[in-house]
T-cell receptor, first 113, second 114 residues
């Protein structure tokens, strides 16, 4: 079955700490990978995406993610978080040429000043 | 303009009411989606329209009825809902449903069924 796992359900960090959020997927075939962010009271926004090419992708607000095909992983990283990064982060995957986007369960990030 | 708009923002309805949710985009996207999101859960796909035709129905109960009048508009008609249908309903769009493009999400309609 197709699925996305985010093992960190709730992460608490101080400002300037480094961040890594895990994402693993189970999908038969070639995939597209996404990280979306949902700030409190706001709509889902795309942080970054991977379709093909360089497995290290850079997104908005200093975030990056690395696609490791052998590990079926697409972990999100940021070297130094800010209080404004407090949000819910969702990893998502879909197969090539398919509309169905499958979301992970989400990771709630809290950053304290 | 990379915006998907949804109206209303909030909706409270009784179990015997009929109401509709509306979604609009002017990005020239040809695929539009309805998702349901319960509190502290990820969005779950309900319906996909591709080039104004329903392409995916994720076994959604018939009390939810989608409609795509044109390429910019997507409606979700609601009738005889249950309290467990209370959730945030999200609309999204992407460039082309037959290829893989990122989806852009609207702010959602928070629905409460009493």
């Amino acid at each position: 079955a197709q699925s996305v796992s985010q093992h960190n359900h709730h992460v608490i960090l101080s400002e300037a700490a480094s961040l890594e959020l895990g994402c693993n997927y189970s999908y038969g075939g070639t995939v597209n990978l996404f990280w979306y962010v949902q700030y409190p009271g706001q709509h889902l926004q795309l942080l970054l995406k991977y379709f093909s090419g360089d497995p290290l992708v850079k997104g908005i607000k200093g975030f990056e993610a690395e696609f490791i095909k052998s590990k079926f992983s697409f972990n999100l990283r940021k070297p130094s978080v800010q209080w404004s990064d407090t949000a819910e982060y969702f990893c998502a995957v879909n197969g090539k040429n398919t509309d169905k986007l499958i979301f992970g369960t989400g990771t709630r990030l809290q950053v304290f000043p | 303009d990379t915006e998907v708009t949804q109206t209303p923002k909030h909706l409270v309805m009784g179990m015997t009411n009929k109401k509709s949710l509306k979604c609009e985009q002017h990005m020239g996207h040809r695929a539009m989606y309805w998702y349901k999101q319960k509190a502290k859960k990820p969005p779950e796909l309900m319906f996909v329209y591709s080039y104004e035709k329903l392409s995916i129905n994720e076994s959604v109960p018939s009390r939810f009825s989608p409609e795509c009048p044109n390429s910019s508009l997507l409606n979700l008609h609601l009738h005889a809902l249950q309290p467990e249908d209370s959730a945030l309903y999200l609309c999204a769009s992407s460039l082309d449903g037959s290829h893989s493009y990122e989806q852009y999400f609207g702010p959602g309609t928070r629905l409460t069924v009493t």
